[in-house]
């Protein structure tokens, strides 16, 4: 098995961006999969519930279901709900059995392994995705970056629907760059 990533950086660096977001951005487009701010952070009010309850391999109603496309806008209560959500998922991660054994997410049985990337990739990309939708700075680090680029390497021919389309990825792209053109992420983007 790998050294478990640290999803720390990531949940902060998300909780952090999530402070900047405000109401007047829920109708905003963002470069997630032509969604708003309001979808992006339904998505990860589901996707934070989901994958903490796929870290204690409580299998049920969270961790059955595929995701499907997101509400308008969160429920109400969001702005403290769901960062207190994303510190939950990362502390859920913390522990060894997490990343042990078998789990489910979106309705897939996969390795606990496994899942812990995609909970990484979640937050790691999303929290791109809702920074550049705001207007906000955004600051992957190197560790979270390079397991994200390897994460998207290897799900390039996986499930459909994971990512957009790849774009190409100039010689010179650093690593989240990198991760985020195979993501179908232009880094570039602005709203």
């Known amino acids: 098995?790998?050294?478990?990533p640290d999803l720390d950086p990531a949940g902060v660096a998300l909780v952090n961006v999530l402070g900047g977001v405000h109401?007047?951005?829920?109708?905003?487009?963002?470069?997630?999969?032509?969604?708003?701010?309001?979808q992006l952070l339904a998505h990860i009010d589901g996707l934070t519930q989901a994958f903490t309850a796929a870290a204690a391999k409580d299998l049920g109603p969270l961790t059955d279901n595929a995701p499907r496309t997101p509400d308008a806008e969160p429920s109400a209560g969001w702005a403290t709900r769901?960062?207190?959500?994303?510190?939950?998922?990362?502390?859920?991660?913390?522990?060894?059995?997490a990343w042990e054994g078998s789990t489910r997410a979106g309705g897939v049985d996969l390795p606990g392994e496994a899942a812990g990337l995609v909970a990484l990739d979640e937050l790691v990309l999303h929290g791109w995705d809702?920074?550049?939708?705001?207007?906000?700075?955004?600051?992957?680090?190197?560790?979270?970056?390079?397991?994200?680029?390897?994460?998207?390497?290897?799900?390039q021919g996986g499930q459909d629907g994971i990512f957009g389309p790849?774009?190409?990825?100039?010689?010179?792209?650093?690593?989240?760059?990198?991760?985020?053109?195979?993501?179908?992420?232009?880094?570039?983007?602005?709203?």
Do not use: N
């Not at 829920?26 to 969604?35: F, G, N």
């Not at 939950?88 to 522990?95: Q, S």
């Open 1 to 4: 098995m790998q050294p478990q």
């Open 23 to 38: 109401r007047e951005h829920l109708t905003k487009p963002t470069p997630c999969r032509d969604w708003t701010v309001g």
């Open 82 to 97: 769901i960062p207190r959500q994303v510190e939950a998922l990362v502390r859920a991660w913390h522990r060894s059995e």
């Open 130 to 155: 809702l920074a550049r939708a705001t207007g906000q700075a955004y600051e992957v680090d190197q560790a979270s970056a390079r397991a994200v680029l390897t994460f998207v390497r290897e799900s």
């Open 166 to 191: 790849p774009l190409e990825v100039p010689q010179d792209a650093d690593t989240f760059d990198q991760a985020l053109r195979l993501a179908g992420r232009d880094p570039g983007w602005e709203p």
